[in-house]
């Protein structure tokens, strides 16, 4: 589940480090789980939720609960999720993203989960991405079960709204961009093709649990894995933060880079607080692989 938005940090966790010494041995040694989260997207132009800044403090992102039981909700959700789905479109993978990928190329790491629905590991060609929020290229209709591409409803939903061109400051993790009640308008929202049912991006909502198999499945990983390195999140939600604690319990070291304290930050052996792509660039020059795709070997 995801509902728990708030989590304040502890006077008795232990401080972070910028030693990176750590995260480049677990990656020597190879069987890493790289577990990430917003922070490793904000260098790409998404904003985190939480941190300096973060959206929270001004954006309540949307539950299940709302988009399923309002008319109104979908309508909101819609209108500022398409407006957004144009930005998430042109944001690209950055130092992180690539780091990640070519650690997984030179057989560093044992899986990869993400709690981002952005698309950007994928973008950095890692392979086996496990998004445990889902993914808002993908839609899903709610009745009859029917995936299908976002960039199909996108087009639909441009043909619906033409002239539909609002412009908000502000963009959320979740694809979300702010929008006045009047900028929505009458925003008109397009029904399942198939059966003519809700249709939902395909991305876990705050207070909606993750599909049981898919947890199932990262489970399996965590207890595969040698060591857990959680890149870029707070750990304020229990969908992530049991795999951590799922490690620790099994004696496995776990490792956070993460400017700020994580709720993991009591697992962990170490919490780099440092920015993640120079951070990960650093381990990458230090382990002597090239992290810029086109001139890996
Ligand atoms: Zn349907």
Redesign the pocket.
């Known amino acids: 589940m995801r509902p728990t938005l708030s989590w304040t940090p502890t006077a008795d966790l232990p401080p972070g480090t910028t030693d990176v010494g750590p995260v480049a041995d677990a990656l020597s040694a190879g069987g890493v789980l790289v577990l990430s989260g917003a922070g490793i997207s904000t260098e790409s132009g998404i904003p985190d939720y939480r941190g300096e800044g973060g959206s929270l403090s001004r954006h309540t992102p949307m539950t299940y609960q709302d988009f399923t039981a309002s008319a109104q909700a979908r309508r909101r959700y819609w209108a500022r999720s398409h407006l957004g789905w144009r930005t998430f479109g042109r944001a690209r993978p950055n130092a992180g993203h690539r780091a990640v990928a070519a650690f997984g190329r030179h057989g560093m790491l044992s899986g990869l989960i993400t709690q981002n629905v952005d698309g950007l590991h994928q973008a950095a060609d890692s392979e086996g991405v496990v998004e445990l929020h889902g993914s808002l290229e993908r839609v899903r209709?709610l009745?009859?079960g029917?995936m299908s591409p976002r960039h199909e409803l996108a087009r639909r939903l441009d043909a619906a709204n033409p002239g539909f061109a609002p412009v908000s400051a502000t963009i959320n993790p979740d694809g979300d961009a702010d929008l006045t009640d009047e900028q929505v308008g009458d925003f008109r929202v397009l029904p399942?093709t198939?059966?003519g049912?809700i249709l939902k991006p395909d991305v876990v909502f705050f207070g909606e649990a993750v599909p049981p198999q898919r947890v199932e499945h990262c489970r399996e990983l965590v207890h595969g894995a040698t060591s857990l390195l959680v890149l870029g999140s707070s750990l304020t939600v229990m969908s992530g933060l049991r795999f951590v604690r799922q490690a620790a319990q099994a004696g496995k070291p776990v490792l956070i880079v993460n400017r700020d304290a994580t709720r993991g930050d009591a697992h962990a052996r170490a919490r780099v607080a440092l920015p993640l792509g120079s951070t990960l660039t650093t381990v990458a020059d230090r382990l002597g692989i090239p992290v810029d795709g086109l001139s890996a070997t």
Do not use: L
């Open positions: 209709c009745s009859c029917a399942c198939v059966c049912g």
